[in-house]
């Protein structure tokens, strides 16, 4: 059984920052691909920011310059470090990973943390 659990989320204004976490646990073998999604109400959910195992990177042309991802492997463990937050950055943003368990990989799924960004 594996599981992603994110934190950090919260209510901040306009400019400010948050950092989020999400940590991986369970039956793992290894993680692959890390990455950080997000909704906001009435659209779909989009890519935020995806890192590789190596540390390759790829970001929503939105949020480059502005966000940050980062991961520690031996802690199976990413974070998305937010920085000058606009109102329209509002939305449940969810981590996601690509996770080797006893032979198969699978996309696990967190459960969402809320970021809600006053003006």
């Known amino acids: 059984q594996v599981q992603l659990v994110e934190s950090g989320g919260g209510l901040v204004q306009a400019g400010g920052s948050l950092r989020l976490a999400c940590a991986a646990s369970g039956s793992i073998f290894s993680i692959n691909d890390m990455g950080w999604y997000r909704q906001a109400p009435g659209k779909q959910r989009e890519l935020v920011a995806r890192?590789?195992?190596?540390?390759?990177?790829n970001y929503a042309d939105s949020v480059k310059g502005r966000f940050t991802i980062s991961r520690e492997n031996a802690k199976n463990t990413v974070y998305l470090q937010m920085n000058d937050l606009a109102p329209e950055d509002t939305a449940v943003y969810s981590c996601?990973?690509?996770?080797?368990?006893?032979?198969?990989?699978?996309?696990?799924w967190g459960q969402g943390t809320q970021v809600t960004v006053s003006s």
């Open positions: 890192m590789t195992r190596g540390g390759s990177t």
């Open positions: 996601s990973a690509d996770i080797w368990t006893s032979g198969s990989l699978s996309v696990y």
